[in-house]
């Protein structure tokens, strides 16, 4: 079923929907006009649904450069009245935290939503970073579905809560939300008409005077307690009681289903639960009655101990007498995400028995020996990924400079590239945050280090927070080489546009903005556009910039592989004889392919037909000319 | 309408279409009214990474995530995919096992063995006795595109009695789910699967 039609279906319907995609729904049927956010595993398919009906549903879509003006276009929006979603990982909105942090003092006048997708394990995400902590330093409230249809539905609660107190959201979501498909029905779309217009109030919006600073403040703080008394009610938590109960829980987000699960399949009835849909401010008395009510209470939350202080806090506030057990008792991890042997294990050490349905045997052996024989499988660089020919360049451009691995630091960030770091490249020293790959190879620099200094950085995250520390080494002559791996998308989240693809999140033609043309602009003097796939070409360039005196850029500008493939851009498919090939794994070792594959039996290569792109680079690498262009 | 719990466990390459059968199977549970929760990981482990789904419909259902031991079924697409999760293997879990290794890049680089196929195989006939290993990469290779794999195995599970879904249902799934000019490849991949599936059936 197209994608499409389940966006703009009728309300009852029941689909199969993944969690953003009800998200992107959701969006709809909250009557959001405005729409930015910039791709971040695990929220990029919410603009990924949405932009495909943009038009149909009247709602304006964007990728924006980074999180910041992402955040700041969805205020500008909210300030004119319109509801407005913005949404990024969790690393993003400390990229955004500024104009947030402000924003608590200036508030909303349209319904303003910050959607923010942590990833605890962590699967896709530099940290475990627990994004509830930021609600007290911004005071801001936060709503937290639990599964895709509450991620759907929870949105109009988190709009109404935005618009009744003219304040910013944050809408918590975690990969387990963001990433899980489940059976969702569609709600009523509701009809707002507003019309734009920003009413001029310089003393709510200018933060440029202290003493309307310090009142703002204080509106902050009134706004949040009126905010306490209107949360002591569904659905701004959800009361699972049962008359037999003498333990309880609570929890929220998605560690709900997990105990949910486990209470329902064991049939617990000495078990009742408090799930907390709001998780700023807390609904204090609704939290107190419960405590009083059970000699002993469960926290049960992903990462930081985030509700259970307060809740302790709380307790010993109001002289409730309760043992309240979380993660200082040692319940649960601070670390990774939930499963269900977890969380059972939680529930078994509250109600003191045991509830696991299988007989003990030595399974668990079995498992262990198995898992010490199966090799990783660390995904690779794809076939005719660009990146292995910069990377294959820079290395031998280090070798031919009779330069010593140890001498010249790499600097990595953040995109596909940074699988470098793997064998067979063993490239990048550094992933860090977007854009740090150049300020810290300038501090490298500065620091007065012998070693030369690379900073490699994606297209996509060069306009996201590359180009500032690009002016602050032209300004300080920093010697330093900027290798721009430019391939044309934001590959690593799905292929979304950048302002150097020449068009928008919907698909319509935009000015194309040239990375050469902004590098040049800032007074670099050394830049070179060179196809990575030349591997010749750019090694050469690479040696020539790592000798240059000042700061170098190379631009290595090269289709990614499984964009150009879907547009039937393929290589000629290559081939290795057998009679050439003489087994010495130079063409896996140098490209790290993984269409080429090594034939113990025979001691020899062969590509995979099925996997081969046609780039070319293990042919040039190739010292013995085994490998051919066969045909496609 | 009377399945408590269904659990479903996809493991394979990036690549190989796992989420596609994920979301066939998904489409069909919810057509037949169940709860439906599918969990898995999108992002880095797309591409010729590791890649796990976890299908789970029936009336109880809440977690997106298997319990360890609980699998009802484990398509393994890829031989060391499979062993990768056999945590999620347990007495009552039959195996639908793709025999056709795909190297890892630590392989070829020879940097780590890759275990032999029986070796896999006798982990699993330690836990449990249903297991049905096949080359369903030639069979796809002889419909015309190794890309139907994925429906050949759904088909043999199907034709084989573990999934207690419609053959209609899955047909839908089929139709909602894959891009329209596979649709009919994939359809007959379903029929060819489903026909492997009782020979293996009468095999067994």
């Known amino acids: 079923m197209d994608l499409r039609k389940i966006l703009l279906g009728k309300p009852g319907e029941k689909y199969a929907m993944m969690g953003n995609e009800a998200i992107a729904r959701g969006a709809i049927e909250a009557c959001v006009k405005l729409v930015t956010g910039y791709p971040g595993t695990p929220t990029s398919e919410i603009i990924d649904s949405l932009a495909l009906v943009a038009k149909e549903a009247g709602i304006y879509v964007e990728w924006s450069v980074n999180e910041k003006v992402a955040f700041e276009i969805a205020l500008g929006a909210a300030l004119s009245g319109l509801r407005a979603l913005v949404t990024m990982k969790a690393p993003g909105i400390n990229v955004a935290l500024d104009p947030i942090m402000s924003s608590a003092y200036s508030g909303t006048v349209g319904g303003l939503v910050i959607l923010v997708g942590d990833d605890p394990h962590p699967h896709t995400t530099q940290t475990e970073q627990d994004s509830r902590w930021l609600t007290k330093m911004t005071y801001l409230p936060m709503i937290e579905p639990s599964d895709p249809q509450e991620a759907k539905d929870f949105l109009k609660i988190a709009y109404e809560l935005s618009e009744n107190f003219e304040i910013p959201v944050i809408y918590r979501t975690t990969t387990r939300i963001n990433h899980t498909t489940a059976d969702v029905t569609l709600g009523e779309v509701i009809n707002i008409y507003r019309e734009a217009f920003f009413k001029r109030d310089p003393e709510r919006y200018v933060r440029a005077s202290m003493v309307g600073n310090r009142q703002r403040h204080i509106w902050l703080l009134n706004t949040i307690e009126k905010i306490k008394q209107h949360i002591e009610k569904p659905p701004f938590y959800e009361l699972i009681e049962k008359d037999s109960a003498q333990y309880g829980i609570i929890t929220a987000g998605v560690s709900y289903v997990y105990v949910r699960e486990i209470i329902e399949k064991h049939q617990l009835d000495e078990i009742s639960v408090l799930k907390l849909n709001i998780t700023n401010p807390l609904p204090e008395t609704v939290i107190s009655r419960f405590l009083r009510k059970y000699d002993r209470v469960l926290i049960l939350e992903e990462l930081d101990p985030f509700l259970e202080l307060q809740i302790k806090e709380l307790a010993y506030r109001e002289k409730i007498n309760v043992e309240i057990l979380g993660k200082e008792e040692g319940y649960t991890p601070r670390v990774d995400e939930f499963r269900l042997e977890i969380v059972k294990k939680a529930i078994e050490k509250l109600v003191s028995e045991k509830l696991s349905t299988h007989s003990p045997n030595d399974i668990e052996q079995i498992y262990n020996e198995a898992l010490k024989i199966v090799p990783p499988r660390t995904p690779p660089m794809c076939p005719g990924c660009p990146h292995s020919g910069s990377y294959l360049a820079l290395k031998r451009a280090i070798r031919n400079l009779k330069l010593r691995t140890e001498d010249v630091a790499i600097f990595g960030d953040i995109g596909c590239y940074a699988l470098s770091f793997q064998p067979p490249w063993r490239a990048i020293w550094t992933e860090h945050a977007m854009g740090s790959s150049i300020g810290m190879a300038a501090g490298l620099k500065l620091a007065g280090s012998k070693q030369k200094a690379v900073a490699t950085i994606g297209d996509s995250t060069f306009f996201h927070m590359g180009i500032q520390p690009l002016i602050d080494i032209v300004q300080h002559k920093v010697n330093i080489l900027i290798l721009i791996l430019d391939n044309g998308t934001i590959a690593m989240t799905g292929h979304q546009p950048h302002p150097g693809t020449g068009i928008t999140a919907t698909g319509e033609k935009t000015r194309r903005i040239l990375i050469e043309d902004i590098v040049k602009a800032t007074g670099v003097e050394f830049v070179r556009i060179v196809d990575p796939y030349d591997i010749e070409q750019t090694t050469r360039a690479i040696e020539e910039a790592l000798n240059y005196d000042g700061p170098s850029v190379i631009i290595a500008r090269r289709e990614c592989a499984i964009v150009a493939g879907r547009k039937g851009l393929r290589g000629p498919l290559f081939k290795v004889l057998p009679d050439k090939c003489v087994g010495c794994k130079l063409c896996i070792v140098e490209t790290g392919c993984p269409a080429i594959m090594w034939i113990p039996e025979e001691k020899k290569v062969t590509i995979d037909p099925a996997l081969c792109f046609g780039c070319s680079l293990c042919a040039q690498v190739c010292p013995y000319n085994a490998i051919i262009v066969e045909k496609r | ?204």
Request: proline share 4%; aromatic share 8%.
């Open chain 2, 1 to 204: 309408m009377s399945i408590e719990e269904f659990n479903i466990l996809i493991a394979g390459v990036g690549g190989q279409g796992g989420l596609t059968l994920s979301r066939i199977i998904g489409h069909a549970a919810v057509l037949e009214g169940y709860r439906l929760r599918i969990g898995e990981t999108l992002g880095m482990s797309q591409r010729g990474g590791a890649v796990v789904s976890f299908v789970r419909f029936g009336n109880r259902v809440f977690s997106p995530l298997i319990p360890e031991r609980d699998a009802d079924i484990l398509f393994g697409l890829e031989p060391i995919e499979a062993l990768r999760n056999i945590k999620f293997v347990g007495e009552k879990t039959a195996i639908i096992l793709n025999i056709r290794k795909i190297p890892p890049l630590i392989v070829n680089l020879g940097l780590r063995k890759y275990p032999d196929l029986e070796e896999i195989l006798s982990f699993f006939k330690k836990i449990t006795s249903r297991i049905h290993s096949y080359d369903f990469s030639i069979e796809a290779q002889k419909l015309g595109s190794i890309r139907v794999m994925n429906t050949i195995m759904l088909g043999a599970a199907f034709g084989l009695g573990l999934i207690p879904l419609k053959s209609e249902s899955i047909e839908q799934g089929i139709r909602s789910v894959v891009p329209r000019k596979y649709l009919e490849l994939n359809l007959k991949a379903f029929e060819v699967g489903k026909k492997i599936g009782k020979d293996l059936f009468s095999f067994d």
